[in-house]
């Protein structure tokens, strides 16, 4: 497994006295077969920093490493088989519909996904659309039912599945349960959690809700402004948070606080509370 590590990269949009700095030389790893939770407030950049991970935003500076091989950098494109290498990161949106199309049945759109993996491993075998299917937990047999048949935490599986089609090494979640059912969301995150226990993967798990980075990720960036402010093992960060920014945002979710309930860091009886 793969390790991703971003360095020093500066995202902007618009030229001149308008333009934004949404990610600000900010240097992040996601270690190989770890979860690293990414939190921070509505518009601190944390989409932007995975969009310009995946190549869908151009980076103005630094660049993005592989196993420490660049896959995107400021200056230029990389090599070919480098770039191919980059779709050994997938992501997973807040909105199934961004990566699902409305009018492919839910097994098309897998299928789509494992295209995609194939040009960039030829040689390794393929799973199939059943196979990614059962994965997610989802039915194998209901392949060819529409996205909008289903509710929106089967959706969200149905992008995982296909995000998964490709064999990614690296699995990048922006926010992907924040748009559900809060009935729903802790198995979408489940699943999350069982998917990286099975395959290794590495995840960079991001969300604003601190509680949930919290219950999923072993290291912690705490992310503001275009910046991290602070990152480190998940209990430290949470139990010993430094940044002042850190502590403000601990103190604004009841229970999280040290010694406080609320959700538990790992399922109940580990932690001993
Ligand atoms: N396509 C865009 N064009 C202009 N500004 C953008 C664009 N996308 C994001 N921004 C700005 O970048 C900043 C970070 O946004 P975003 O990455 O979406 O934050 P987050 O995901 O943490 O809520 C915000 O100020 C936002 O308005
Ligand atoms: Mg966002």
């Given amino acids: ?26 240097d992040l790893s996601v270690g190989a077969g770890s979860i690293v939770g990414l939190v921070g ?32 950098t400021a200056a230029g494109r990389p090599r070919r088989e480098l770039r191919e290498r980059g779709r050994l990161i997938q992501m997973v949106f807040q ?16 299928a789509e996904g494992i295209a995609a993996g194939r040009r960039a491993d030829r040689s390794a075998r393929q799973p199939d659309v059943r196979e990614l299917l059962e994965r997610v937990r989802l039915n194998p047999d209901d392949a060819h039912v529409l996205p909008r048949q289903l509710s929106g935490g089967q959706r969200q599986r149905v992008a995982l599945a296909r995000a998964l089609a490709a064999r990614p090494e690296i699995l990048i979640a922006d926010e992907i349960s924040s748009a559900l059912d809060v009935s729903v969301q802790g198995a979408v995150l489940n699943l999350l959690r069982e998917i990286h226990r099975e395959t290794g993967i590495g995840v960079l798990f991001i969300s604003h809700n601190l509680a949930v980075v919290r219950y999923l990720s072993d290291r912690m960036a705490v992310m503001s402004g275009g910046r991290i402010v602070e990152t480190g093992p998940t209990e430290q960060v949470t139990e010993h948070p430094r940044a002042p920014y850190t502590k403000a945002l601990i103190s604004a979710v009841p229970g999280i606080a040290a010694g406080a309930g609320g959700i538990s860091r790992r399922p109940a009886g580990a932690a001993g509370a």
């Fill in 41 to 72: 407030e509505s518009g601190s950049g944390k989409s932007t920093l995975a969009r310009a991970v995946v190549g869908l935003v151009p980076l103005a500076a630094g660049e993005i490493l592989l196993d420490g091989e660049p896959i995107r």
């Fill in 95 to 110: 909105d199934p519909y961004a990566s699902l199309n409305p009018r492919m049945s839910i097994g098309e759109s897998v």
């Fill in 1 to 26: 497994m793969s390790v991703l590590e971003i360095r020093d990269l500066v995202v902007r949009f618009g030229t001149g006295p308008r333009a934004v700095t949404a990610v600000d030389h900010l």
